[in-house]
């Protein structure tokens, strides 16, 4: 029987982090859309057309800052088994991704200002072909799961 490590969710405050990274987007689609609304306005269109495009923005911040972070910290998750990791996220469109241990190149950690902030790391696993990011892990957790699966994939360049 294979041994698996404990995946735990991710902390509360990668709710707060989601949602300080979602600002940022959501401001510069303000910006954006307040600027369409103003040449709208000014042009021989109407005004009308302005409006919902406003009201869509406000409604798309609401959203990602209410309901969608708090949902995005829930619906991560990982395993780490001897020969694969598992990786699953996503709110609306569920992604499962397996990564074969002898696949994996190398393991890195990354603290923005943000992350560092809220005492968050994002660990990414890289392959050959492609990187996997798990966002919003404890610091702590995350060194964790960079030397476990740095030790397994050694372990199974030896075989």
């Known amino acids: 029987m294979e041994e ?5 969710p991710l902390p509360k405050e990668a709710t707060s982090y989601f949602r300080i990274t979602y ?3 959501l ?10 609304a ?3 306005y000014f042009s021989a269109l109407s005004i009308g057309y302005a409006i919902p495009l406003f009201v869509i923005t406000i409604l798309w911040i609401i959203y990602r ?3 969608y972070a708090e949902q995005r910290r829930k619906n ?46 994002t660990v990414t696993f890289y392959t ?7 966002s919003g892990m404890q610091v702590d957790k995350a060194q964790e799961v960079k030397d476990v699966v740095i030790s397994l994939a050694k372990a199974r360049e030896e075989y």
């Open 65 to 67: 800052w209410s309901w």
């Open 23 to 25: 600002l940022s987007e």
């Open 76 to 121: 991560v998750w990982y395993q780490i088994y001897e020969d694969r990791i598992v990786l699953h996220n996503g709110v609306w469109a569920k992604n499962l991704v397996t990564i074969p241990m002898f696949r994996v190149q190398h393991v890195s950690i990354r603290r923005g200002p943000l992350l560092r902030h809220y005492k968050l790391s």
């Open 4 to 8: 698996e490590m404990e995946s735990l």
């Open 38 to 40: 103003v040449a709208l």
């Open 128 to 134: 050959a072909g492609s990187a996997y990011d798990i």
């Open 27 to 36: 401001l510069i689609n303000l910006i954006l859309s307040t600027g369409v």
